[in-house]
């Protein structure tokens, strides 16, 4: 009975889904224009994406104008303060519609669009699993993903944490462990905008922790912290540093979109309010 029931209502289901997939034709998730499939960009808006794949820092990632053969190069910004991670990618820089797809995650709830990101997302992991191969000792670490968690009172108003819900997208599409819940934001962080460096590490210092369950699961692994979106990094640096602490071989962090200094210098479009998984203009964030 319970078996007839179930079968009835999975017809049900999709018999609704198959109506809404007929009635909502495949929209361009950048611009909203009508496409041949699911999770495809038009052509104006594909070609606008950076897909950032020219020279980058060892470190951090962020686009170097020249790469040297045979040598692993980092930023000004990284050999004065190397970053608690192996690697920062992302799979486009932030801009219009890179910032379009994750507002409309955030906050239109639409969890394709996750699968959209992480579809482009899964060639960086791919890459940062291969990277190093032969420059660290841990390279062959078991990768493990970890989204960057939001503090449970956002957690409550929002009712889902979009960097989980891409990590667990990259985690179907590439086979790679997911481990949800063994990070966790213990402090509802003030916000970050218009914050000075220093500032911003002091807010988010503290903001996250393992769970009991973490210690063992982390210890030798290399972790992929996931999030949306790279802004000012303090966020990503927090959580990558208590990582670190409990005992991951390798940490590296990767998003959907990354603000690079030609988008800093577009102040329309470098809006930090956006973001408050780094930057927020809320009173308490997650
Ligand atoms: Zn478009
Ligand atoms: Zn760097």
């Known amino acids: 009975m319970t078996g007839y029931l179930d079968t009835t209502i999975r017809l049900l289901r999709a018999a609704v889904r198959a109506a809404v997939d007929y009635a909502l034709p495949p929209r361009c998730p950048g611009c909203g224009v009508i496409v041949g499939a699911d999770r495809q960009f038009c052509l104006s808006c594909w070609s606008s994406l950076d ?4 020279p980058a ?7 170097l104008p020249t790469a040297l053969p045979d040598a692993p190069v980092r930023c000004g910004a990284c050999l004065a303060q190397p970053p608690p991670f192996d690697g920062a990618p992302a799979a486009v820089a932030y801009g219009a519609v890179a910032r379009t797809v994750a507002l409309r995650l955030k906050y239109g709830r639409r969890a394709g669009h996750a699968r959209l990101m992480a579809q482009y997302m899964a060639r960086r992991l791919r890459g940062l699993a291969d990277e190093h191969e032969h420059e ?17 009172w956002r957690l409550w108003s929002r009712g889902f944490n979009q960097a989980a819900l891409i990590a667990a997208e990259l ?3 590439t086979g790679a462990a ?3 819940d063994l990070l966790v934001r213990t402090k509802a962080t003030a916000s970050l905008r218009g914050k000075r460096r220093r500032e911003r ?3 988010v210092a503290g903001a996250f922790a393992l769970s009991a369950a973490a210690k063992a699961r982390v210890a030798g692994r290399h972790v992929v912290l996931v999030d949306d979106v790279h802004a000012s990094g303090a966020t990503l640096r927090a959580a990558a540093r208590v990582l670190r602490r409990g005992g991951a071989a390798r940490v590296s962090a990767l998003t959907w979109a990354r603000v690079v200094p030609d988008a800093l210098m577009t102040p329309n479009i470098f809006d930090f309010a956006d973001w408050d998984s780094d930057i927020d203009t809320e009173r308490m964030t997650g």
Not at 57 to 63: D, E, L, N, V
Request: net charge neutral.
């Open 51 to 54: 897909f950032l794949d020219g």
């Open 57 to 63: 820092c060892a470190a951090c990632s962020i686009p």
């Open 136 to 152: 660290h000792e841990n390279a062959g670490a078991p990768l493990l993903l970890i989204a960057v968690p939001l503090h449970r």
């Open 171 to 173: 985690a179907r599409l």
């Open 178 to 180: 997911c481990g949800p």
């Open 201 to 203: 590490e002091r807010i």
